[in-house]
T-cell receptor, first 113, second 112 residues
Framework: AQSVTQLDSQVPVFEEAPVELRCNYSSSVSVYLFWYVQYPNQGLQLLLKYLSGSTLVKGINGFEAEFNKSQTSFHLRKPSVHISDTAEYFCAVSDQSNYQLIWGAGTKLIIKP | NAGVTQTPKFQVLKTGQSMTLQCAQD?????MSWYRQDPGMGLRLIHYSVGAGITDQGEVPNGYNVSRSTTEDFPLRLLSAAPSQTSVYFC???????????FGEGSRLTVL
């Protein structure tokens, strides 16, 4: 069975500082990987996804993530955060044969002015 | 372009009452799903559908029913509401197993 672990429930960071949100997964098969963002009182929206090819994936709002197969990780990074990045971020994984996504518990990004 | 539309946005029920959360999408997506979101627990799949007339259970199906008579609509029925069903519910749809999952804005349900 697949599982997703987001190691930090909250990450506080100063505005304009870099940030990394960690995601590790376990799976016995090849997977697709996703990061979604949820702004307060909204639904989730896709930040970026890894399907194949280059392990460095760029998404919206200046975010990027790197797929590391040997470490089964898909960490999300941004070089300089803004107040508007305040949100909860979810990592998700699916195997390559069905629609279901397995979700991490989420990481709240808290931007300190 | 409406995307995924959920109604109602807020609902308060008494224990034992029944209700239906509506979900409609206008993107011709074959896959639709219902999640519940509770603090610290991420998203948990309740039911899903891969096409009209086809539904299946997710991780937490007890107490909920679904049907999919058209591609566009996927209502979620609470049969006899319990306080444990107090949650935020999201409907989501996608096309293909690599496609983006599009979410509605959520329905906040409180069961007293």
């Amino acid at each position: 069975a697949q599982s997703v672990t987001q190691l930090d429930s909250q990450v506080p960071v100063f505005e304009e500082a870099p940030v990394e949100l960690r995601c590790n997964y376990s799976s016995s098969v090849s997977v697709y990987l996703f990061w979604y963002v949820q702004y307060p009182n909204q639904g989730l929206q896709l930040l970026l996804k890894y399907l194949s090819g280059s392990t460095l994936v760029k998404g919206i709002n200046g975010f990027e993530a790197e797929f590391n197969k040997s470490q089964t990780s898909f960490h999300l990074r941004k070089p300089s955060v803004h107040i508007s990045d305040t949100a909860e971020y979810f990592c998700a994984v699916s195997d390559q044969s069905n629609y279901q996504l397995i979700w991490g518990a989420g990481t709240k990004l808290i931007i300190k002015p | 372009n409406a995307g995924v539309t959920q109604t109602p946005k807020f609902q308060v029920l008494k224990t034992g009452q029944s209700m239906t959360l509506q979900c409609a999408q206008d993107m011709n997506h074959e896959y639709m799903s219902w999640y519940r979101q509770d603090p610290g627990m991420g998203l948990r799949l309740i039911h899903y559908s891969v096409g009209a007339g086809i539904t299946d259970q997710g991780e937490v199906p007890n107490g909920y029913n679904v049907s999919r008579s058209t591609t566009e609509d996927f209502p979620l029925r609470l049969l006899s509401a319990a306080p444990s069903q107090t949650s935020v519910y999201f409907c989501a749809s996608r096309t293909g197993i690599t496609g983006e999952l599009f979410f509605g804005e959520g329905s906040r349900l409180t069961v007293l």
